[in-house]
Each structure stands twice: as structure tokens, then as C-alpha cells.
């Protein structure tokens, strides 16, 4: 059995191997753990021992019992990286501070009649994109993804669009996995100059994926099993 602290080792080595190669500086990459299906002590330990401090839950109902145990004197921030439900959005904005799973106007609407009613100021949020073309996966099509982006930055004025998020393909390919990244720094780059915006977050690459991703462009990888070790289940 590897150490947590081995993970962590492992993982850090192969943020650092990927952003060499790139010429990009790990300065610009953050590291995200992924802590779905773990219990609050493991999050504790790693956050404690590692110093980590950004976690990604995947559901609203599992993540807030770990949010608000969670010690008011341990720096942390969490992050919604799963499919939001329209009737979970209420919950989903009093706990996280940032949404990466916006990917419909209906989903946006209801995030933004919330802010209002809630007196929030703004939320961070990133939309989702399918860009694997797998029909069991959550996100926008790429080819709606501009006008998605639109739409939450001019008619959203408390959704504050920070960048985009995409879950790289199942297959181990890296052509077709590469791809898929590159297609979402490209829509990335897009948004940002018609729109006339900042998009400085890419949220891409998890375990089995992150280095390639880093290659294309990441400045977010979202990694669990790497860190973690082997989930019971999804
Ligand atoms: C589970 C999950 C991850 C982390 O997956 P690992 O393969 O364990 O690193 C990252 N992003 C999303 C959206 C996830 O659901």
C-alpha cells in the first residue's frame, strides 16, 4: 500500500514532468482534490498533511455534511464538479464557491433567479463541455458552448463565467484524449477574445489524464484516485 504522502509525491512529480515539458510553469497549475465517496477525516488528513486546500465533490448531498463539519480554522474551498440538478441549485450555492457544471440556460436561469434571492453577490462558476462526443456525459456541445457563454455573461449578471471545464474521453488514447483538450482551450480562446473577457480557468485532467492535459493547456487539474487511491465506487 502507498502512502497518501507517496500519492501526493507521485502526482506533484507528474504535474511537474508535464509542465516542463510545456514550458508552462507550475506556478499556473492548481492542484485539486478530488474527494467524493472519501470521509471527512481522510479530506482532514490530506488537507492537514498536504497542505491541500481546494476539494471537488461531485454531489450536493454528499458534499455537505463534509462542508459543514468542516473546521472554521482549516483554510479550504470547494468546488461543484458533478451534473447539478435544478432543484439542488439552492443548496449547491450556499455551500460551494464555484459551480464547474454549468452547461444549460435553464441551469444558468435557476442559478441566477438564486444569487437574487439569496443577496448574493456573484458566483463563480465554469460551464461544462462535452468535448469526447460520449453521449453518457454531462456538458454543453461544443458547438453551443459560445452561445451558452453569451448568454451567462450578458444576461446572468451574477453568474461570473471564469472559464470552462471538460472531462477528457474513457479511452486511453492520447491522440483522441489530447484532442479533446486542445478543443477546449480553442473554445477557451474564442470566448475570451469575442466576448472580450478573462477565462483564466481551464479545468481538465484527472488521474489517469492530468499530464496530457497540463500539455494542452490546464491551469486546474481535478485528480481523486491518484491522490486517494482506488474508489468503491464512482
Ligand atoms: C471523479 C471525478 C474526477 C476525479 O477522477 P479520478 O479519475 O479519480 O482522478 C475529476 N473530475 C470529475 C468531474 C469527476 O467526477
Known amino acids: 500500500m502507498r502512502t497518501l504522502h507517496e500519492r501526493y509525491e507521485t502526482v506533484c512529480k507528474g504535474i511537474a514532468f508535464a509542465a516542463e515539458k510545456a514550458g508552462?510553469?507550475?506556478?499556473?497549475?492548481t492542484l485539486m482534490g478530488v474527494t467524493k465517496t472519501r470521509s471527512l477525516e481522510e479530506i482532514l488528513r490530506a488537507s492537514t498533511s498536504l497542505g491541500l486546500s481546494l476539494f471537488g465533490e461531485n454531489r450536493v448531498q454528499e458534499a455537505i455534511p463534509k462542508i459543514s463539519s468542516w473546521p472554521g480554522n482549516i483554510p479550504a474551498e470547494w468546488h461543484l464538479i458533478g451534473h447539478l440538478q435544478k432543484n439542488k441549485a439552492r443548496k449547491a450555492l450556499l455551500h460551494f464557491s464555484m459551480i464547474?457544471?454549468?452547461d444549460s440556460r435553464a441551469l444558468a436561469d435557476t442559478l441566477e433567479?438564486?444569487?437574487c434571492e439569496l443577496g448574493k453577490?456573484?458566483?463563480?462558476v465554469l460551464m461544462e463541455v462535452?468535448?469526447?462526443g460520449e453521449a453518457t456525459k454531462y456538458g454543453v456541445q461544443p458547438e453551443d458552448a459560445f452561445s451558452l457563454a453569451s448568454y451567462i455573461c450578458e444576461k446572468c449578471e451574477h453568474?461570473?463565467?471564469k472559464g470552462l471545464m471538460t472531462i477528457g474521453p474513457l479511452t486511453g488514447e492520447e491522440r483522441i484524449v489530447r484532442t479533446s483538450f486542445s478543443q477546449l482551450r480553442e473554445l477557451s480562446d474564442v470566448i475570451a477574445r469575442e466576448l472580450d473577457r478573462e477565462m483564466p480557468v481551464l479545468s481538465m485532467g484527472m488521474s489517469h489524464d492530468f499530464q496530457w492535459a497540463i500539455e494542452e493547456g490546464s491551469t486546474l487539474v481535478r485528480i481523486g484516485s491518484a491522490l486517494f487511491g482506488p474508489r468503491e465506487y464512482n
Open 121 to 124: 453577490e456573484q458566483v463563480s
Open 130 to 132: 462535452n468535448t469526447s
Open 113 to 115: 433567479r438564486i444569487c
Open 24 to 29: 508552462r510553469s507550475i506556478a499556473d497549475i
Open 100 to 102: 464547474q457544471s454549468l
Open 159 to 161: 453568474l461570473s463565467l
